[in-house]
């Protein structure tokens, strides 16, 4: 080695000893510091005077904000350190609700909330994480299905399944593992509705590639159905019934006939009550896809591809599904109204940006059905045209 190299390698040795001694300038910004004089707790106290500014800016009224904030507390409250005061429970409650109804990124949620976007990358899935604790339910089938009888009279319900495309940023090097039929990357959420526009049971993960009904195998509802693990009622006779009808959940033709899930019949085959059962099993089972609209209309970090670690866009989703059922349960009709899409044949009005936020399942093939499960959908059609049927009925067919 010339003399003109060991020169080189003694100032590139001194510069990267430079770096590696080099002193943080500011270990805070001196404005996250005062988070007590610039957060949004403060604009929330001037917004207690106006209550509609106030389920504006957190998607609910004062008084379940601080009923859901009693039931989280705990699980979030962190402790002070010698160093630093912790951030309250209220400021980690209110941004991440801003977050869920908002979709704005961290480094644009730090300067309402004057808390850093590397801290809200920890809080806001700890809290959503919080959020999410489902109870069970499988105890309460048959009072779902009574609600199904008696608001879209369709009997022994349990439930309206479908899916949808939660778009995401992928990790790096992921390659098409993510990428679904429509050309986006995305992870599937799998949902059961009630009658009440609630999720009964979540489901979240599978990746985008898997586009069609089949994607439902993936998941644990599915795993439980299959291996009789939902505690599902015998069966029962409806109302003005003369013979005995399974309990059943319902869906779209893109998943596959069993004794225990009912899907249309198809296109090619249709008759006058073949047209008469597809209408019923679809007046009861627009249900999710209302369900689905409303959460996109609420909760707008649904309305663009989320960026976060694949972990945590799992708690926000799931966080965002309970937060639905909590504000469904405790506003109801100031939640969002009902009134506009209980009219026969419509369908909620939703903004169309909106329903495009989160897209469908694929059409799939027509998968063979067992005879017993054709049976079961055939008894379901002598029902809804004999003792079950609507007058209104052979109008909308």
Not at 35 to 52: M, Q
Not at 236 to 254: D, E, Q, R, T, W
Request: aromatic letters at 12%; proline letters at 4%; a positive charge.
């Amino acid at each position: 080695m010339n003399s003109t190299q060991l020169i080189a390698v003694a100032v590139a040795s001194a510069i990267l000893l430079k770096k590696k001694t080099r002193k943080r300038s500011v270990w805070t910004k001196e404005w996250l510091l005062k988070r007590k004089i610039f957060s949004h707790i403060h604009l929330l106290n001037e917004l207690k005077l106006h209550p509609g500014d106030w389920f504006n800016y957190l998607r609910m009224d004062e008084r379940s904000y601080f009923e859901l904030l009693n039931l989280v507390t705990l699980l979030i409250m962190k402790k002070n350190t010698k160093l630093r005061e912790a951030i309250s429970p209220h400021d980690r409650l209110t941004v991440t609700l801003r977050y869920l109804a908002t979709g704005r990124s961290y480094e644009d949620l730090k300067f309402t909330a004057a808390i850093s976007a590397q801290s809200l990358g920890q809080i806001i899935p700890e809290t959503c994480s919080a959020i999410y604790k489902f109870p069970n339910n499988e105890t309460e089938w048959k009072v779902i299905a009574t609600q199904f009888e008696q608001r879209w009279d369709f009997p022994n319900c349990l439930g309206s399944i479908d899916g949808k495309h939660v778009q995401i940023i992928p990790p790096s090097n992921c390659g098409s593992y993510f990428w679904n039929y429509k050309g986006t990357n995305s992870l599937v959420l799998m949902a059961i509705t009630n009658a009440n526009y609630e999720f009964v049971m979540i489901d979240f993960g599978a990746n985008g590639r898997l586009s069609d009904g089949g994607v439902i195998e993936h998941f644990l509802f599915h795993h439980k159905l299959v291996n009789n693990e939902l505690k599902i009622p015998q069966p029962s006779s409806p109302i003005n019934g003369n013979k005995l009808l399974p309990y059943v959940f319902i869906g779209y033709k893109a998943f596959s006939l069993r004794n225990d899930f009912l899907k249309p019949f198809s296109q090619k085959e249709l008759d006058k009550e073949k047209r008469i059962f597809n209408y019923r099993l679809s007046r009861a089972r627009r249900v999710i896809e209302n369900t689905f609209g409303i959460l996109a209309l609420k909760f707008r970090i649904f309305h663009h591809p989320i960026n976060l670690k694949l972990e945590n866009i799992e708690k926000v989703v799931m966080a965002s599904c309970v937060l639905h059922n909590f504000l469904r349960k405790k506003i109801g009709e100031h939640y969002v109204s009902t009134n506009n899409y209980e009219v026969e044949n419509t369908e909620l009005d939703i903004p169309p940006d909106t329903m495009g936020c989160l897209i469908s399942l694929e059409k799939g093939h027509n998968r063979n059905a067992t005879e017993s499960a054709k049976e079961v959908r055939n008894a379901y059609k002598e029902y809804f045209i004999s003792g079950g049927a609507l007058e209104w009925q052979n109008n909308l067919i």
